[in-house]
């Protein structure tokens, strides 16, 4: 079974921190991805990722970063984090050459910015 | 602009109950289309993915349906269970220029026992 982790479960900053969110999947898949999903407005894409040290920029972009060092970790960071990325985070991977294929999840960071 | 609808919001049916969950997406040059579920605070779980060329495909008491000429795909659930309860998320992939999935904003299902 394909199995994605996240670091946290829950997260609590304050705001103007700088905030990482880890993500690790376990089966050598090629893509990896970060969404964050609000009420109401579904799942929206940060990052994402086709390879080691490849990035591309998603829909929601703005105030995040991300870091794949390593084919199977790929980081989210919130550079300084503020009340409006209050929200629930989301990993996941797929594999091959087409983002296409079926995406597995991780169980989701639920971040709250003070 | 490429947008996927779900609805109802919400649905509450009696245990034992078959139902239809619906969802409608605007571009209908679509390249696959997948149902998740997703329990509350949870990740999403795929469910059953059709390509674009596929009619349904059907997994358990699964079924799903894909219409790309009108737009519309429908999760068919036999015989509902408590277990069942959960939200159910759209997601259509679009290649070309867009390529990535967009999501619904989901159909949050009750199965009541």
């Known amino acids: 079974d394909v199995k994605v982790t996240q670091s946290s479960r829950y997260l609590v900053k304050r705001t103007g921190e700088k905030v990482f969110l880890e993500c690790v999947q376990d089966?050598?898949?090629?893509?990896m991805f970060w969404y964050r999903q609000d009420p109401g407005l579904g799942l929206r894409l940060i990052y994402f990722?086709?390879?080691?040290?490849?990035?591309e920029k998603g829909d929601i972009p703005e105030g995040y970063s991300v870091s794949r060092e390593k084919k199977e970790r790929f980081s989210l960071i919130l550079e300084s984090a503020s009340t409006n990325q209050t929200s629930m985070y989301l990993c996941?991977?797929?594999?091959?050459?087409?983002?296409?294929?079926?995406?597995?999840f991780g169980p989701g960071t639920r971040l709250t910015v003070l | 602009k490429q947008e996927v609808t779900q609805i109802p919001a919400a649905l509450s049916v009696p245990e034992g109950e078959n139902l239809v969950l619906n969802c409608s997406f605007t571009d209908s040059a679509i390249y696959n289309l997948q149902w998740f579920r997703q329990d509350p605070g949870k990740g999403l779980t795929s469910l059953l993915l059709i390509q674009s060329s596929q009619r349904e495909q059907t997994s358990g008491r699964l079924n799903a349906s894909l219409d790309k000429s009108s737009g519309r795909s429908t999760l068919y659930i036999a015989a509902s269970q408590p277990g069942d309860s959960a939200t159910y998320l759209c997601a259509v992939f679009y290649g070309g220029a867009t390529n990535k999935l967009i999501f619904g904003t989901g159909t949050l299902l009750a199965v009541q026992p």
């Open positions: 996941a991977s797929s594999s091959g050459t087409s983002w296409s294929d079926t995406q597995y």
């Open positions: 990722s086709y390879d080691v040290k490849m990035k």
């Open positions: 089966m050598d898949h090629e893509n």
